[in-house]
């Protein structure tokens, strides 16, 4: 199916402005920012505020109570654009950032948040209410629910999407149930992040600037690895795209693609500039050694190929939330909406005293447009010419967790994606297994078992797969062949047994990368394939019971992790049995 791409996007938004007479008097306010008019790597790239969530007594850890708040505010996302205004995460609307603070938690210590809605009775982005989305009764307030993505913990602090509420909880969803969310931090040490969830909301809310990075640590097990460690050396580094108007508010179209079908949403939204823990192409100062940078895709739908252009390679030590079993070098990196790449850059290696971190991931991934010069760099790294002792190392085994084991798979599904277009070949919705949202849930594992599910991507985006609670996997990427035929059959049938998925799934194989074949938690579902994952409902790290009810309402859910694909129906329930 074919995109237009975002220049005939946003002509097609100045063209509607134009007939509704809105350019004559505001075209200077409104008009789109040329992302060339801002000179890259001025900026210093940001450490984000670190807040701690445990709490030290008599020398030990214990747990510890947080309270964050979601605040209007400005922020500088560049030293020549003006002020933005942004919802952003912080203990106070003077300390709040985009992104918000990192949250480090200790493993085997509970962390608990009360997250506080502050934000106005408007949106200051459009939205569109013609697709499932969260609506006050009074029409006033912002709704919002945090989920902390990778985080394995009970049901109602998972950040359900009609979990929401607006500013003081004066209106709240249908599955809300508590103020202050519980997490138990009993997994694995690895990368987490939080974001907004609210219910056709996401893509907004996000944009918006409502992301923040969270890392568990086991000081006990990491310790003996000798990784890169300290404020100076061990840095998340929050990636996502924005495009700017003029006066350096955040661009979000105005008008769909199918504006008689839904006025306001698209597919997929891309922007020009590349911010990075909140400043557009930063720069970086570093010394001749290694550091580790804790990557996150925190973009909307925007894939990045991440390359250094002086040849330096990434260690690749974890996954998402989960350790490699021993470190991967690649020359590049490949990372969808919502995946994490946990690497070590050894910078004494550079044969020069610069290296930018630049991208090649076509928009949207795989077929789309080709990246220009402004979305083709991320951030500059400035190294100093002194060589150093380095005290870091990157040993040759990691932490290893069990392989996973085919013998104990309780249950094989097949999940299958869809995407419906309008009598002008524009995406309308999307759905898994032809199913809203709203239909009972149809994957139903029991809690401590590991199931097959293979994802059968109709569709001719890849889209990342996320599910919560469970850690998955990936053992095999099969082209489906006589697609269309395929496809024909379960646009009639919805059912891949009686389509005789097997007659079809025997094409090319895609060998999975070495970095991901560990535990994850979304994985790139390539368009035309089949990807088997094995999903595991349990911990990976321990054979203890989880700490919490599983099956308890609301449950949980998996779906693609475009957003915009997620707020228009592709998501679905799942709900863990006994």
Not at 103 to 111: N, P, Q, R, V, Y
Not at 196 to 225: C, K, S
């Amino acid at each position: 199916m074919k995109r237009v791409s975002m220049g005939r996007i946003l002509l097609f938004h100045l063209i509607c402005l134009a007939l509704l007479g809105e350019l004559s008097t505001s075209w200077a306010k409104d008009r789109l920012l040329n992302p060339s008019q801002l000179e890259m790597f001025v900026d210093e790239l940001p450490d984000m505020p670190k807040i701690p969530g445990f709490d030290v007594v008599n020398s030990s850890p214990k747990a510890n109570s947080l309270t964050i708040g979601m605040f209007r505010k400005k922020w500088k996302f560049h030293r020549d654009l003006p002020p933005t205004p942004v919802f952003a995460y912080g203990a106070s609307r003077r300390t709040a950032t985009v992104p918000g603070p990192t949250i480090e938690a200790l493993h085997g210590i509970d962390t608990y948040v009360t997250w506080q809605n502050h934000l106005p009775s408007k949106h200051i982005l459009p939205w569109d209410p013609t697709i499932p989305t969260a609506m006050p009764d009074t029409k006033k307030g912002v709704p919002t629910v945090v989920h902390l993505h990778g985080g394995i913990h009970e049901p109602a602090s998972d950040g359900n999407s009609n979990s929401w509420f607006t500013a003081g909880f004066k209106e709240k969803g249908p599955t809300w149930s508590k103020r202050t969310y519980h997490y138990n931090n009993n997994q694995h040490p690895g990368n987490l992040w939080y974001h907004d969830h609210a219910m056709g909301l996401t893509r907004v809310n996000l944009l918006a600037g409502l992301i923040g990075a969270y890392v568990i640590r086991h000081p006990e097990v990491e310790g003996p690895l000798k990784l890169p460690y300290g404020d100076e050396f061990d840095r998340p580094l929050v990636v996502f795209d924005r495009s700017f108007y003029t006066d350096g508010s955040i661009y979000m179209n105005s008008t769909g693609n199918n504006p008689s079908i839904h006025p306001q949403w698209q597919p997929e939204y891309f922007g020009d500039a590349i911010i990075v823990n909140g400043k557009a192409w930063p720069r970086m100062m570093v010394r001749r050694r290694r550091y580790r940078f804790r990557i996150i895709n925190a973009s909307n739908a925007r894939f990045f190929r991440f390359f250094f252009t002086n040849g330096l390679k990434f260690i690749h030590v974890a996954a998402d939330s989960t350790y490699l079993g021993e470190p991967v070098v690649t020359n590049e990196t490949l990372l969808a909406p919502s995946e994490i790449a946990d690497v070590v850059i050894d910078f004494s290696k550079s044969k020069t005293d610069e290296a930018v971190l630049a991208n090649d991931a076509p928009y949207p991934y795989p077929s789309g447009d080709p990246v220009n010069e402004s979305n083709g760099k991320v951030m500059k790294f400035i190294i100093n010419k002194n060589s150093e002792i380095d005290t870091w190392r990157v040993p040759n085994k990691l932490i290893k967790y069990p392989s996973p084991d085919l013998s104990s798979v309780s249950q094989t599904r097949y999940i299958a994606m869809y995407e419906y277009t309008s009598d002008i070949d524009e995406p309308t919705h999307l759905y898994i297994n032809g199913k809203p949202y709203e239909a009972p849930a149809t994957e139903t594992p029991k809690a401590g078992t590991s199931e097959i599910w293979n994802v059968i991507n109709l569709t001719e985006d890849n889209h990342p797969l996320h599910i919560h609670l469970g850690l998955f996997t990936v053992l095999d990427q099969t082209e489906l062949v006589n697609e269309e035929e395929f496809k024909g059959c379960m646009s009639e049938k919805n059912d891949a047994i009686k389509c005789q998925i097997n007659k079809y799934a025997r094409g090319k194989k895609i060998e999975v990368a070495a970095h991901e074949k560990g535990w994850k938690n979304v994985y790139k579902m390539t368009p035309g394939y089949v990807t088997k994952i094995l999903v595991r409902f349990s911990y990976i790290h321990s054979n203890t019971s989880y700490p919490f009810d599983p099956t308890a309402q609301p449950g949980y859910v998996y779906h693609c992790h475009i957003l915009d694909h997620e707020d228009n129906m592709m998501m679905r329930p799942i709900k863990v049995m006994k």
